[in-house]
């Protein structure tokens, strides 16, 4: 954990994945993040694989860094204590759509009448302007209705969903800028209340698009969408004697020494490969060369090769080779920690450094309720109120 967001007290109504990646980043930088559940707990501690029916490996991923208070919202006295919160925090942060913020009673507006600087983020999953405002919204459907899906299709023409949750989080990422916008315009402003929306399905088309409008990005067009490049089926790991690897000489510099070294030296001076339009209008062809050479050595051998000439490379790992990785072992990328109640588990640390700071160390995932009577208390209840509370269900505190 980092010390940049020291001080910022953020209120997490977030669930899954999308919201509570981007919450965990924000708690990684240093904020307070309190994270809200229902007395049931969020859906994801349920997923499997884990030690106890507490949490599974899904939440640990993405829940570090926080505390944990079980309210009732549907309660006259959780949504009581819900409101105390507000007062007592900068941001409110939340993943669900507007219409159930409403319902429960804690939209913008309600937000902002009891705390009149609150800083509210959301992400819908469709942004609330546009006709499907209140449609549900899951990775599998964004990455559907985006064209994520339809781009990675197979051979065969077939879409396909990536796998990893891709638009939750991207999703996540933007709503983080989302929050650090937010701080951001209160540190230049009187500090007026603001509610940004960063909606999945705006977000990952935004995030598509950059290099995919292609002809598109013209009026009129000159094209279609995509970016050759990217889109040629020879783009893809290559098969060494031995197994994959990728392969990407970029400028002619680069293409020039790999000709070279593949015994194509002539067509280094080549204008399909000095002149950068022509090489990108030829891009199949000298993909096609690589994908041809590639087979006559190992990858061992190819990565000598191409480093020694500075052409970008790298051996296609599978996820279990990562844990073995050097760079990946040297920065401690993987921490084994001990948790209170799962016992020794596996962290992937904040990609964030800060030089010349050494980061304090990370602050388990709660189980549920583990901070319910402490975060109460700081907000004003007493023990008696407290324990009436829990007696009625309106909150809860950990087994």
Partial sequence: MLDLLRGVRILDLTTVVLGPYATQMLGDLGAEVIKVEPISGDVFRAVRPGRSDRMGAGFLGCNRNKRSIAIDLRTEQGHAAMMRLVET???????????????????????????????????????????FADEPAYDDTIQAVSGMAHLNANSGGEPRFLRTIIADKVGG?????????????????????LCIEAPMFESLVSFLMVEQLGGRSFAPALGGTGYERLNSPYRKPFATRDSFISIIPYTAAHWARFLELVGEAGLARDPRVTDSVERSRNIDMLYGIIENAAPARTT??????????????ARVNNLEDLFDNEHLREVGMFQEVTHPTEGDVVSVRTPFRVEGESPQQDVPVPVLGADTRAVLREAGYDDAQIDTMVSAGAVAEAA
């Fill in 300 to 313: 061992d051998e190819w990565i000598a090769l191409l480093r020694e000439r500075d052409i970008p490379c």
């Fill in 173 to 193: 990422l933007h709503l983080v800028i989302a929050v650090l916008s937010a701080l951001s315009s209160h540190q230049r402003t009187a500090g007026e209340a």
């Fill in 89 to 131: 925090v900068d941001v409110v942060v939340h993943n669900m759509r507007p219409k159930s913020a409403r319902k429960l009673g804690i939209d913008f507006e309600a937000c902002k009448a009891r705390n009149p600087r609150i800083l509210y983020c959301y992400a819908s999953g469709f942004g609330q302007q546009g006709p």
